[in-house]
């Protein structure tokens, strides 16, 4: 009995880590170039048993066309305004102030209204707007 010479195969016994090398390259580039692009936003939660608390209007100031400033539609001086404002925060503590400026008052005194708001430590302030309808 004569054998064929056929050349004998060994048993390859090692991984070719090239390709998982390559994909991995490629997962750590999209990575890269995503993760400054997500914006993790953090979300409070109320817990369980307890109310949620209903937030207290937001006092409204309104400067007139005449410069004159009224605190929900009371006319006050500005050290008077001052004091309701700090008043009715002592009671509601995080209240909003929104300023619901005529649109013919001057810019100046709009701004003269929230320095004077910021320069006493009251912070969330907005402005009023009227949507326009169309």
Excluded at 4 to 26: C, E, K, T
Excluded at 43 to 54: C, D, H, M, S, Y
Excluded at 68 to 91: T, Y
């Amino acid at each position: 009995m004569s054998r064929s010479h056929r050349p004998r195969r060994r048993m390859m016994n090692q991984i070719n880590v090239v390709p998982y090398i390559d994909v991995m390259l490629v997962l750590l580039v999209i990575f890269m170039v995503t993760a400054p692009m997500t914006n993790p936003g953090v979300v409070e939660l109320p817990q369980v048993g307890q109310a949620l608390k209903q937030a207290a209007a937001p006092l409204v100031i309104t400067v007139k066309k005449d410069k004159s400033i009224e605190l929900d539609g009371k006319r006050l001086q500005r050290d008077e305004l001052l004091a309701a404002i700090h008043d009715s925060l002592n009671r509601h503590p995080g209240q909003a102030i929104v300023i619901a400026a005529d649109k013919s008052a001057r810019y100046e005194e709009v701004i003269g209204v929230m320095d004077l708001l910021k320069q006493n430590k009251i912070d969330k302030v907005g402005l009023l707007l009227k949507p326009a309808s169309g």
